[in-house]
C-alpha cells in the first residue's frame, strides 16, 4: 500500500493529507488552511505543486479561496436531500414545503422566479403526452440555502390543468404546486426521478455561483395522478458540492396504481 502511495503525484499526496486534517477536525468550518508557501516549506515541493494541492480540495468543495485572505474550509453544510420523505403527501398536503423535509431551521430564499406559458421542448412534450401546439405553465425558481445558490428548477405543467389557478402565479400557497393540483382534481400520487451529472454550462456557474472544477447534478422528476397521467416535469439543477442525496425504502414497496 506503502508503494502505491508512494506513486501518487506529490500534489495528490498534500491534498490527501491536508483532507485527512480537515476530517478529523483539526482544521474547523472556516478555518485557514497553510498557504502557498506553507506547503512548499513543509512539503519541499514547488509552488505549483502546492497551488496544485490546494486546487484540488476546492474543487471537491472541501475549500474556498477567498481573494487576498487564502484557502478556508468551506463553511457551507451541504443539504441532505430526502428523495422520498420530501415528496410524501404528509409534506406539501399539510401546507408545507417540500423543502422543509431537507432543511431543518436553515434559512431557505426563492430569489429569482418567474411563471410564463410556453410551448414546452419536444422531450417535455413526449413526458406529458402534448401536441406539438400545446401550451405549458413554465415555472423557473433560483433557490438559495444560507445565501448560497444551491438549485435551479424548471417546472413544466400543461396548460389546460391549471389556467386560472394560483400554479400560475409567483406564489403558489401554502403546500406549494402540489397542493395546488390536489384542489384541482390532479393529486401526485406517484413520482419518478431521473438522475444524472456533467461539467456546468457557463451560465450554470454563474446562476450557482459555482467553484472551479465543480460538476453538477441534473434530476428530472416527473409527478403522475392515480391514473397515471404526467401532470409535471421538474428539470433540476443542483450544486453537486452542496447536497448529499438520500433515499430511504423498503425492500419490497407496494406497487402504486401509477405503475400498474
Not at 27 to 45: F, Q, S
Not at 144 to 151: A, E, G, I, Y
Request: net charge negative; charged share 30%.
Amino acid at each position: 500500500m506503502a508503494a502505491t502511495d508512494d506513486r501518487r503525484p506529490k500534489y495528490q499526496r498534500i491534498a490527501d493529507s491536508l483532507r485527512e486534517a480537515i476530517q478529523s477536525g483539526e482544521y474547523g468550518p472556516g478555518d485557514r488552511l497553510p498557504g502557498e508557501n506553507d506547503l512548499m516549506a513543509a512539503h519541499g515541493v514547488a509552488r505549483m505543486t502546492a497551488r496544485q494541492a490546494l486546487g484540488v480540495l476546492r474543487d471537491e468543495g472541501i475549500a474556498e479561496a477567498r481573494k487576498g485572505a487564502g484557502v478556508f474550509v468551506r463553511t457551507f453544510r451541504p443539504l441532505r436531500r430526502r428523495g422520498i420523505q420530501r415528496l410524501a403527501r404528509d409534506q406539501w398536503g399539510n401546507g408545507r414545503s417540500i423543502w422543509s423535509a431537507d432543511i431543518e431551521s436553515r434559512a431557505l430564499e426563492v430569489d429569482q422566479i418567474s411563471v410564463s406559458e410556453e410551448t414546452a421542448p419536444a422531450h417535455i412534450r413526449t413526458v406529458l403526452d402534448l401536441a406539438a401546439e400545446d401550451v405549458t405553465c413554465v415555472r423557473r425558481r433560483r433557490f438559495v440555502l444560507d445565501n448560497k445558490p444551491v438549485l435551479l428548477a424548471t417546472s413544466y405543467l400543461p396548460l389546460d390543468l391549471v389556467a386560472g389557478s394560483a400554479i400560475t402565479q409567483e406564489d403558489t400557497g401554502p403546500g406549494g404546486t402540489y397542493a395546488r393540483l390536489a384542489e384541482l382534481g390532479y393529486e401526485p400520487v406517484h413520482f419518478r426521478e431521473e438522475i444524472r451529472s456533467r461539467m456546468p454550462s457557463s451560465d450554470e456557474v454563474t446562476l450557482l455561483s459555482l467553484a472551479s472544477g465543480t460538476p453538477i447534478i441534473l434530476i428530472c422528476r416527473t409527478a403522475f395522478t392515480d391514473q397515471g397521467r404526467p401532470i409535471e416535469v421538474n428539470e433540476m439543477t443542483l450544486d453537486a458540492a452542496s447536497y448529499v442525496l438520500e433515499y430511504d425504502f423498503d425492500a419490497t414497496p407496494k406497487p402504486t396504481s401509477a405503475e400498474a
